[in-house]
């Protein structure tokens, strides 16, 4: 098992800025775990990718809604993943999830362990 949690979610006005982090309780993150993503669902609404990182080859990509205002990226521990959310809006609040898979994949099915999610909460 690979226990995930995350970490740094909390309430920040418009256009400021947010740095979550994934990090894997008792174990490092490995080859075989080829991906790592960040999804979020606000109420009422269905959970959707949000950036996701390449462990193996260091790729990224991110969802057309949070590209240049996301960063994602992984400490060269391998145990730990950030999101760095910057030039944040109301749009972004929502519940963050971490999540692992095999596969460099939006597809949330494709990924095999999740965290508790974290709070993001952007105000006026």
């Known amino acids: 098992q690979v226990p995930l949690v995350e970490s740094g979610g909390g309430l920040v006005q418009a256009e400021g800025s947010l740095r979550l982090a994934c990090a894997a309780s008792?174990?490092?993150?490995?080859?075989?775990?080829?991906?790592v993503a960040w999804f979020r669902q606000a109420p009422g609404k269905q959970r959707e990718f949000v950036a996701g990182?390449?462990?193996?080859?260091?790729?990224?990509q991110y969802a057309d809604s949070v590209k240049g205002r996301f960063a994602i990226s992984r400490d060269t521990s391998k145990s730990t993943v950030y999101l760095q959310m910057n030039s944040l809006k109301p749009e972004d609040t929502a519940v963050y999830y971490c999540?692992?898979?095999?596969?460099?994949?939006?597809?949330?099915?494709?990924?095999?362990?999740w965290g508790q999610g974290t709070q993001v909460t952007v105000s006026l």
């Open positions: 008792g174990v490092t993150f490995s080859r075989d775990l080829m991906a």
């Open positions: 999540a692992a898979g095999g596969a460099f994949t939006k597809r949330p099915l494709a990924y095999n362990y």
């Open positions: 990182i390449s462990v193996n080859g260091m790729l990224t």
